[in-house]
């Protein structure tokens, strides 16, 4: 009986322990990552391309940083390699088409842009594709008006697109300001997009000079495309005159306001006053108590 309980007791403790050994030898589920590519071409100059990544958390997109990515031009190999690169902390990363792939970048009038992850401890494998067409963006002036051209590549001449909806702003430290009241700006069967400019008092350089910003924004056909043009149009900047040695409320210590010092000084005599005064009336008191 005890042969049998031994047996018994040997086989459960058996079984605990290899169904235990399964539970902890199971990997956990890894997360998945959703890849964004946009491809952005600046005053008609080197494009590069902007990898976004993200994953989803309780619901929620959440950028995920320390992702390094393979960047590829129309297909997956290593003589079309555009770049490695790693997000940063915002979950993204840049790189510039190459010198090296001038003749491939030439060869065609579309291109695909492909970036792959091969997958980590955390995350699954992944992968995306961006197909855009080459397309040029122009700007000019006529009068006070802004004009701006959108053109793309057919066979070997550029031609104008219809339907584009481009956006016509100043270029601002924060953010571009709109020329006017008017979000976008959609082209004609010429590929022109023109919009009255309306902002006559905002700030310039010190000869007035403002940068008018012609742009298309994601578009499906052609990416992000954008031109920069200066024009005289702001309010002159004109610098204050140097206070700084006067009386003023922003000098140093010494060249405080005068009425300033006869405040503050004010405030001191009228609070020692008032101590001295009560210690007066405390070594009376005292003194009182003493003679009774």
């Known amino acids: 009986m005890k042969l049998l309980n ?3 007791f040997g086989s459960l403790s058996a079984i605990f322990l290899l169904s235990g050994y399964d539970g902890f030898s199971q990997a956990p589920d890894k997360g998945s990552l959703s890849v964004a590519i946009n491809y952005f071409n600046d005053n008609n100059k080197i494009p590069y ?7 989803k958390v309780d619901g929620k997109f959440k950028t ?14 290593a003589g079309l ?3 490695k690169v790693v997000t940063n902390e915002n979950g ?12 491939e970048w030439s060869a065609t009038i579309k291109h695909s842009f492909h970036a792959s992850f091969t997958g980590n401890t955390k995350y699954d494998s992944t992968s995306a594709d961006l197909t855009v067409g080459k397309a040029k963006i122009l700007i000019d002036t006529v009068g006070r008006s802004v004009v701006a051209t959108v053109l793309e590549l057919k066979d070997t001449s550029w031609t104008p697109v219809k339907g584009v909806d481009v956006v016509l702003a100043v270029k601002r430290l924060g953010a ?5 009241e008017t979000a976008t700006f959609a082209t004609d069967s010429t590929g022109k997009a023109s919009g009255d400019f309306k902002r006559d008092t905002i700030p310039g350089d010190l000869k007035g000079n403002i940068t008018l910003v012609a742009k298309v924004v994601d578009n499906d056909q052609y990416g992000n495309l954008s031109i920069e ?11 204050k005159a140097n206070d700084f040695d006067q009386r003023t409320l922003f000098a140093t210590r010494a060249k405080a306001p005068v009425w300033l010092l006869f405040m503050a000084l ?16 405390i070594l009376r008191i005292k003194k009182l108590g003493q003679e009774a």
């Open 81 to 83: 390699l555009i770049g």
């Open 64 to 77: 995920v940083p320390g992702i390094p990515l393979k960047l590829f031009l129309n297909k997956d190999s």
């Open 229 to 239: 043009k200066i024009v005289p149009w702001g309010s002159k900047f004109v610098s």
């Open 176 to 180: 571009d300001l709109n020329i006017n």
């Open 92 to 103: 993204e990363a840049t790189s510039f088409i190459p010198p090296s792939l001038k003749k």
């Open 6 to 8: 031994k047996i018994l």
């Open 266 to 281: 004010g405030i001191i005599i009228a609070v020692w006053t008032v101590l001295i005064l009560l210690v007066q009336n």
């Open 49 to 55: 391309v902007l990898v976004r990544v993200k994953t």
